[in-house]
């Protein structure tokens, strides 16, 4: 069982936000299904307009997403965020002087006491950078239990700019979990969905930040891969040993006859590798080159990587 709720407010009466309803919608919708259309977390959404979201509502809401076992549990909050000297706050339309909304530290009190096994927060508010910063603890740590990440749009002081209709930080995390993030196989996690941020943002912009507990990453969606499973698999057949070259010669080239079709089936899967990263020519300027040319292609860094998970079983 996996569940997200996604919360997006824009209604609030001295400083409303534009964008926040379309961020949660958005996320919802992708979220919802891996690429195939499969089931991937169930959501529920939660925006205002058009009904009013106070802070018990609010409250109630994080509780019951974290109370309940489950696989993995997401919360994403696109709103107004603030701190004072009891913290960062996730700040309601109902808010007021002296309780402006849902603390920070409530809610990680909660994802550290919950059952549920893994937990990933996302938080596109001013100042979310705090959360999970215990105000009285002078070194500034995060204090995360195992099975907890999250990622924040900001430092603790910096604001959340919205852009486009929506938040520069979620519409970076929509796409990154449209693909964006994706590794080879088409799987999204906490880890490569803060690299596409934080390499999207400049020295200049907001300053995302990735806090985390796990001794594993947690596929959260799943994306077009660049190559299907089955494909990858080939690889310890064409390479029976990693570092060695595989040699070609003009076999593998369609237009050569008589017709070799293994061999030429072959090269279509190699260019396919190649175009993933997985392997380049040696001693020529083209993979066709190295074909017609009886030279050699070998496996990248990151081909003799995928070559080992697959030798190891491990995908």
Not at 130 to 143: E, M
Request: aromatic share 6%.
């Amino acid at each position: 069982m996996r569940r997200a709720l996604v919360i997006g407010l824009d209604d609030y009466p001295s400083c409303p936000l534009h964008g926040c309803v379309n961020d949660a919608e958005r996320l919802t919708e992708v979220l919802s299904r891996h690429h195939d259309g499969k089931v991937n977390f169930h959501c529920e959404t939660v925006t205002a307009p058009p009904s009013p979201v106070t802070r018990p509502l609010l409250r109630e809401k994080i509780s019951d997403l974290f109370k309940e076992h489950a696989d993995v549990a997401f919360l994403h909050f696109s709103g107004h965020g603030t701190v004072n000297g009891a913290g960062g706050h996730l700040v309601t339309p109902d808010s007021c002087e002296h309780d402006v909304g849902i603390a920070m530290t409530e809610i990680l009190a909660l994802a550290n006491q919950s059952p549920v096994a893994d937990i990933f927060i996302t938080l596109d508010c001013c100042h979310s950078g705090a959360f999970g910063v215990l105000p009285a603890v002078s070194d500034n740590k995060a204090v995360l239990a195992d099975g907890v990440s999250v990622i924040t749009a900001t430092r603790s002081g910096q604001e959340a700019l919205e852009e486009g209709g929506g938040g520069a930080f979620t519409s970076l995390l929509v796409d990154a979990l449209e693909g964006g993030a994706a590794g080879l196989l088409g799987d999204v996690s906490a880890a490569s969905i803060y690299a596409y941020i934080d390499n999207a943002m400049g020295a200049w912009d907001q300053r995302p930040l990735f806090k985390a507990s796990v001794s594993k990453f947690v596929k959260l969606r799943e994306a077009a891969p660049r190559l299907q499973l089955s494909l990858v698999h080939k690889m310890t057949e064409y390479f029976p040993v990693p570092a060695e070259p595989l040699n070609l010669s003009p076999e593998f080239e369609p237009d050569v006859k008589p017709h070799d079709v293994d061999k030429q089936e072959q090269f279509r899967n190699l260019q396919k590798f190649r175009d993933a990263g997985l392997l380049v020519r040696v001693g020529a300027q083209s993979l066709y080159h190295a074909v017609v040319h009886s030279r050699a292609c070998e496996l990248t860094t990151l081909g003799r990587y995928y070559w080992r998970l697959v030798n190891e079983k491990k995908i």
